[in-house]
């Protein structure tokens, strides 16, 4: 059964469910978004940017589906963030084992970016439904 395109249900400030009932979390969310910038290149060893990274793409995924559920023409801005989000999470692009740490750092970086970007427009919608 699909879900029914761009309506949501507030439940409180840290988590908000779709029609479906399916919760997401924000307060994690922006706590690994936060923690992800507070991170730096000199002094996180590659064990942590690789779990930071893995938190993100799912944090990435979970928002991504639901942000697909939105309405083409109300949100097209969305539309065009989704699209550069699936280049990010693109198997090509991805920070595999042996690519250099400077280059998981930004990989991370820029997970992070897409996440708090998806995230602001994922409220966004939910506060106009």
Known sequence: M????????????????????TPLDVETITATVELTWEMRLDTSTRVEIDQ????????LNLLAEECRTLDREKYPRTWLLLKSV????????????YVLVHDAYHYMRDAAIFTSALLSMYRLAAEKQ
């Open 52 to 59: 930071k990274t893995a938190l993100l793409i799912g944090h």
């Open 86 to 97: 699936d280049r990010h999470l693109a198997g090509a692009s991805r920070a595999a084992r």
């Open 2 to 21: 699909s879900k029914p395109q761009g309506r949501f249900v507030v439940t409180s400030v840290s988590a908000e469910q779709d029609v479906d009932g």
